[in-house]
């Protein structure tokens, strides 16, 4: 009965609102052309039953929080190639059922925590071709359906890990074309990575940008023994600024690092050139191959000499007891009957 009341409602509220002058509204595939139609906002009167809405290719630069309260059951939303800088915490909090969210080409520099809130069925969201320097801990509430997410063609230096990790069901993730910071910063990022392809994945990697020396490089083929220097957390912002104060006044261009968008300084994230930790492994190793030796060696002469003397006690007492009463005892006239036998 209140399902019939809501249709009902429904088509009462189409037959008085129809269609946007400027759009061409679909029945049968429930869709509403708005595309390349100059529109600086979303459109009113939209139908309400409408689940695909194209509005590519406008100059649409904000969306205010009621923006789709007449559209609440939207599946497939294209806002690619417009104006957008920035979007709202609530902005998409009326689309319970969206499931697509194209959102490319536009002028996004950041994205807030809540952004995209109160998606529960959001599966794809597309966030390339965007200026954006910066993205959250977390998408927001009930975002843990998203399978593909696409962030090429950015501005990100680096990308938290528990962001990712908040994403249980990703399948396909894209990273290319941003300038990725390959220091201590996209360390867990690696480790999230590696993880990720193992169980299945799909990525187009990550492409480092800085420092210099591995400009280029895969991120994935960057060694482990590179981030040994790397603290467990990152250090506190104003420590970090010190520091790299510090390193600007050393005069070896080959280690020196940009600050750019408030990012920490190299001696925050910059491993050493010959790290600790693997010259120690290397050290005991050798200690403890070198001691084994030694052990082996010693107890092979112990062996030895132990031998050598119980070798040397046995024949002693052989001597003692059998050469030495034929010496004291025999006569030449013991040897005749042994003689005349012979004859």
Same mark, same amino acid.
């Given at each position: 009965?209140?399902?019939? +009341?809501? %249709? =009902?409602?429904? @088509?009462? $509220? ?6 946007? /002058?400027?759009?061409?509204?679909? #029945? ?96 794809? +969201?597309? %966030? =390339?071709?965007? @200026?954006? $320097? ?6 927001? /509430?009930?975002?843990?359906?998203? #399978? ?102 050393? @005069? ?92």
């Amino acid at each position: 009965g209140n399902w019939h +009341l809501v %249709l =009902s409602v429904t @088509s009462l $509220i189409y037959a008085a609102h129809g269609c946007p /002058n400027k759009c061409q509204c679909y #029945t049968a595939s429930k869709t509403a052309d708005c595309k390349n139609r100059g529109f600086t906002e979303i459109p009113a009167g939209l139908p309400p039953e409408i689940q695909i809405l194209q509005l590519q290719n406008n100059r649409i630069w904000r969306i205010n929080q009621n923006s789709f309260t007449g559209t609440p059951l939207l599946k497939i939303l294209d806002l690619s190639n417009n104006s957008l800088s920035s979007l709202a915490p609530g902005a998409f909090q009326k689309l319970r059922y969206l499931q697509v969210l194209n959102l490319t080409r536009n002028l996004i520099h950041y994205i807030e925590n809540k952004t995209f809130s109160f998606l529960p069925h959001l599966k794809e +969201l597309d %966030l =390339s071709s965007n @200026s954006i $320097i910066r993205l959250p801990e977390t998408f927001g /509430n009930s975002t843990g359906n998203i #399978t593909l997410l696409s962030v090429k063609r950015n501005k990100l230096q680096k990308m938290e890990r528990v962001l990712l990790e908040s994403l249980p069901n990703l399948k396909v993730v894209l990273f290319k074309d941003n300038p990725w910071q390959c220091n201590c910063n996209v360390f867990g990022l690696k480790l999230w990575l590696e993880s990720f392809l193992y169980r299945g994945g799909i990525s187009d990697g990550i492409i480092c940008s800085t420092p210099g020396i591995r400009k280029g490089k895969d991120l994935l083929k960057v060694p482990y023994e590179l981030f040994g220097a790397c603290p467990l957390r990152t250090a506190h912002v104003h420590l970090a600024s010190v520091h790299h104060h510090t390193y600007e006044h050393r @005069s070896s261009p080959k280690y020196a690092h940009h600050h750019e968008h408030g990012e920490y300084g190299r001696s925050n994230c910059e491993p050493k050139p010959k790290p600790r930790p693997v010259s120690l492994r290397h050290a005991i190793a050798t200690v403890v191959i070198t001691g084994v030796i030694c052990g082996i060696v010693c107890l092979m002469m112990l062996a030895a000499a132990v031998y050598g003397c119980a070798y040397a006690a046995i024949t002693a007492k052989y001597h003692r007891e059998h050469l030495a009463p034929v010496k004291q005892h025999g006569t030449p006239g013991e040897k005749e009957p042994f003689d005349s036998s012979l004859a």
